[in-house]
């Protein structure tokens, strides 16, 4: 026997994923879908893992409940499990915990076959669900339902915790006190596909879970931890999610860690303010301009201004210290009429962290154009932050007066940021009708 083959897992059980339902707690199955294959999620995140569509069945002695559905190409693989332990007439609940198409692909077909059904989800699921629906949404059952909130099953219930933008502002948690299972939709989720499906029957997939949080719930981190408020006091065995590994080993444990994901470093106990300036440059006029503003932000008490070179940089690494920094400022040269990919790689990535209200500035060299720096600009303003000045443009190499211009650009940039000067926005529709 090839010793490799010594270490071989068998493949089947990860990818073909089980047969049927699969029992989760008393009265609980799993009916969800297995997706190996999938190695791009929401177009944004890289699933190496693949990931799994978690959709469960709850019966009670009054009536089933169905918890969210799955992507629909995977609804034959969702009916085959559904029929396994029930029948469609006797489907009285269905739960969208949130409304994402991958959660949502099989409701127009479930409402088809079980039109008596109540469909149960947030207020702000509503007019997603009639999006969905079209015409269907006006003979479906639609109630919403929120924090307090609960229906019943005879012998088991439901109730309902409402915990928006985790991830879209449709989403809510729901809670089956009977068996101590909380289902939490994409809250608690992993891309990672496993049709062992029990936190400690997989592998090890603590990346998956870190990278899932960091790619679709960091830039939510506050609500997420409103959420994590809410449902702690419930005394659950279990999380129930709707992507990856059931949580049931030590499910504390995977709150506790995300909650330490979405809690923000503390910054070092001090009044100081933090500059961040990043730069790229082709023949270090912009670099030039990047070191003047940096030394015009240092002569400001209380202020610490950090430069970095985002040539040849991953921009992973930086996104902790933007999240903790008061201001940010980037330069750019035009290049073809635009700012360089790196620097549009840095501004893709701030959608990951909360920057509303943080004080952005944009600078740059230029030839002729230079379109640079306002597009900059425009995307900083998106972001919502606050830019106090218009961005400093230099033809070609800068001068030493252009580069004194720099320095004073720097100080008033960290005086926003002190305090020391009255805050500022610029009004850049003002500025153009100039
Ligand atoms: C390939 C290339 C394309 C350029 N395209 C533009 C342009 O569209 N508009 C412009 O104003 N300057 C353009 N420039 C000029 C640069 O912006 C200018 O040389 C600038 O000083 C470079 O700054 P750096 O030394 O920080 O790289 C271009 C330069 C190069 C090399």
New binding site residues.
């Given amino acids: 026997m090839p010793s490799e083959a010594l270490h071989l897992r068998p493949a089947a059980p990860r990818t073909t994923g089980p047969e049927g339902a699969v029992p989760v707690a008393h009265g609980v199955h799993w009916i969800g879908a297995l997706d190996p294959g999938l190695r791009s999620f929401d177009v944004i995140l890289k699933t190496a893992n693949g990931t799994t569509y978690n959709s469960y069945l709850v019966r009670g002695t009054e009536g089933v409940a169905v918890i969210d559905t799955v992507k629909a190409e995977f609804a034959p693989a969702f009916f085959e499990r559904l029929e396994a332990v029930a029948r469609y007439d006797e489907i009285r609940y269905i739960v969208l915990n949130h409304l994402e198409p991958d959660h949502t692909g099989a409701v127009p077909e479930l409402i088809r076959r079980a039109p008596q059904a109540e469909i149960l989800l947030s207020p702000r699921g509503l007019p997603m669900l009639r999006a969905l629906l079209g015409e269907a949404f006006a003979t479906a059952q639609v109630k919403p339902v929120t924090t307090g909130h609960a229906v019943s099953l005879g012998n088991r219930s439901l109730a309902f915790f409402n915990t928006p933008y985790v991830h879209w502002p449709d989403t809510q948690c729901t809670w089956l006190p009977e068996e101590r299972v909380l289902f939490t939709c994409d809250l608690f989720g992993s891309h990672f596909c496993d049709g062992r499906l029990f936190e400690d029957r997989v592998d090890d997939f603590r990346h998956a879970f870190d990278n899932y949080f960091d790619r679709i719930m960091r830039p939510f981190r506050s609500f997420v931890i409103s959420a994590l408020d809410l449902i702690e006091p419930l005394d659950f065995a279990m999380i129930a999610p709707a992507h990856g590994p059931i949580l049931r080993a030590a499910p504390r444990d995977w709150l506790a860690r995300t909650r330490a994901l979405a809690t923000p470093r503390t910054k070092a106990e001090t009044a100081e303010k933090v500059l961040l300036i990043f730069?790229?440059?082709?023949?270090?006029?912009?670099?030039q301009?990047a070191q003047a503003i940096h030394d015009g932000a240092e002569e400001e008490e209380g202020v610490r201004v950090s430069l970095f070179d985002l040539e040849g940089a991953d921009i992973g690494p930086f996104l902790d210290l933007i999240e903790e920094a008061d201001g940010l400022a980037i330069?750019?040269?035009?290049?073809?009429?635009?700012a360089v990919r790196t620097v549009w790689d840095l501004l893709a990535r701030l959608v990951d962290i909360e920057t509303r209200g943080k004080m952005g500035a944009a600078f740059?060299?230029?030839?002729?154009?230079?379109?640079?720096v306002r597009l900059v600009e425009t995307r900083l303003q998106g972001l919502k932050m606050r830019l106090p000045e218009p961005g400093l443009r230099?033809?070609?190499?800068p001068s030493d007066e252009e580069l004194e211009e720099g320095r004073a650009f720097g100080r008033r940039l960290a005086q926003q940021l002190t305090g020391r000067a009255p805050p500022r926005e610029i009004d850049f529709a003002e500025l153009a009708a100039r």
């Fill in positions: 730069y790229v440059s082709a023949y270090g006029a912009t670099a301009l330069g750019t040269p035009t290049i073809n009429g635009d740059g060299s230029y030839g002729w154009s230079g379109e640079a230099v033809k070609l190499h």
